[in-house]
């Protein structure tokens, strides 16, 4: 048994979730690419995945030697252009992982300037608003907002994102604007899933007061840009990210419901495994997002007074 040839084929099944997925991305046949993992398995006498008809998921030790093994894959890619011209020139897959709206709006005119520079690194990109593990899936790098949820990674900001209370103007016409934070438990609110506090939304005022109000009745969601899109339909009122809104607010079709009383703020960060040794393909795209994103982001809005 080649260890190396096995090592990465069970990588890329883990990564692919299937075994025809990672058989057509190695370009060997399903089962040359099963015959891999099993000589692993036999080679180390534990069973590292579940099969059945419809999925393939680690065993407990599967788990513990997916990590080590993506680890151990890494080091070696790194080792060899450590000793290699190639280190010079940053090249390669870079993939990562951002949740759908800055993905579309922010990260993908980023990775098009970037790709100018760099025509040696391409990318695989995957948009999603849930918290996705990179370290278990195979990812070199995530674009997140807020927490990066893992001690296990490091993270280097890139910019901050204020949350935005907002309305159409139909829909204020229709209900009248709330005076208070504790007015929104008799509005229509957009609520999104994935929002740390749940249906709680939270909010400071100009003395540092804290207003906690629960909220809904209007629609719920796992993407904000939808919940926008329905704030603009004139739905109801959304707490959203200001780099989700800003263009609509600018444009009049959203404008902003109780300014002086303050949501959170979040930062943007790229994060990344921790490991001695980055890739070149991660550090050169790294050092490129903080210096795109350094200064005033220009999703930031006006203050709502002015």
């Known amino acids: 048994m080649d260890k190396f040839v096995a090592l990465t084929v ?17 370009g060997l046949s399903n089962s040359a690419v099963s015959r891999h993992v099993s000589e692993l398995e036999a080679h180390l006498s ?60 922010h990260l993908a005119p980023a990775i098009a300037a970037f790709s100018a520079l760099h025509r040696e690194i391409a ?22 907002i807020g927490s990066i949820g893992s001690q296990a990674l490091i993270a280097r900001r890139l910019a901050t994102t204020q949350l935005v209370l907002c309305a159409a103007p139909a829909y204020l016409a229709r209900h009248g604007h709330p ?29 540092g007061g804290e207003h906690d109000v629960r909220v809904g009745g209007g629609a719920h ?29 600018r444009a009049g079709a959203l404008v902003t419901v109780l300014p002086e009383f303050v949501p959170p703020a979040s930062e943007i960060v790229v994060a990344y495994p921790s490991r001695r040794h980055l890739s070149a393909k991660v550090r050169v795209f790294v050092d490129f997002l903080v210096q795109r994103f350094a200064g005033t982001p220009e999703w930031a809005l006006i203050p709502a007074a002015a």
């Open 179 to 207: 005076r208070v934070p504790a007015d929104l438990a008799a509005h229509r609110c957009l609520t999104y899933a994935y929002l740390t506090g749940g249906n709680v939304w939270r909010f400071r005022d100009r003395a």
């Open 46 to 105: 534990t069973r590292l995945l579940h099969r059945t008809t419809r999925r393939l998921s680690l065993t407990e030790s599967g788990k513990a030697f997916h990590e080590r093994c993506v680890q151990l894959l890494a080091d070696l890619a790194e080792a060899e252009e450590a000793v290699s011209a190639t280190v010079l020139v940053p090249r390669g897959t870079l993939r990562l992982t951002a949740s759908i709206a800055f993905g579309v709006r």
């Open 10 to 26: 069970f990588a890329r099944v883990v990564e692919q979730g299937s075994f025809a997925r990672a058989a057509d991305k190695l």
């Open 123 to 144: 990318f695989d990109v995957e948009l999603s608003d849930r918290a996705v593990d990179i370290v278990d899936e195979g990812l070199d790098l995530a674009v997140r």
């Open 221 to 249: 969601a796992n993407s904000g840009q939808f919940l926008a899109s329905l704030a603009v339909a004139g739905q109801g009122i959304a707490l959203e990210p200001d780099f989700i809104v800003a263009p609509e607010i």
